[in-house]
């Protein structure tokens, strides 16, 4: 079974920085399109980065020129640099492949922007 751990969330101020790492366990992970997504609450989950198997990027009209997503595919690590937070950014953050793999799921990692 696919096992995908976030980690990289906390309490920041808005026009802050974090960045979060997902570290993937399946050993064909290279071969994937990646995505990080977001829930916020009383919100659907949306996709808000995504980085293709060959690297190339996009993003949700939200995020676009604050975020940035990266892979380390020797590592089997997927990176999402989120750079001038907003209090609308707060969110549980998860990543998971593209096209989406229901049992990929992990718990995700608690954003939270405020002042």
């Known amino acids: 079974q696919v096992q995908l751990v976030e980690s990289g969330g906390g309490l920041v101020q808005p026009g802050g920085s974090l960045r979060l790492s997902c570290a993937a366990s399946r050993r064909t992970f290279s071969i994937y399109a990646m995505g990080w997504y977001r829930q916020a609450p009383g919100k659907q989950r949306e996709l808000v980065a995504l980085?293709?198997?060959?690297?190339?990027?996009s993003y949700a009209d939200s995020v676009k020129g604050r975020f940035a997503i990266s892979r380390d595919n020797a590592e089997r690590m997927v990176y999402l640099q989120m750079n001038s937070l907003k209090p609308e950014d707060t969110a549980v953050y998860y990543c998971?492949?593209?096209?989406?793999?229901?049992?990929?799921w992990g718990q995700g990692t608690l954003v939270t922007v405020s002042s």
């Open positions: 998971n492949f593209n096209p989406i793999q229901s049992a990929a």
């Open positions: 980085i293709t198997s060959g690297g190339n990027t």
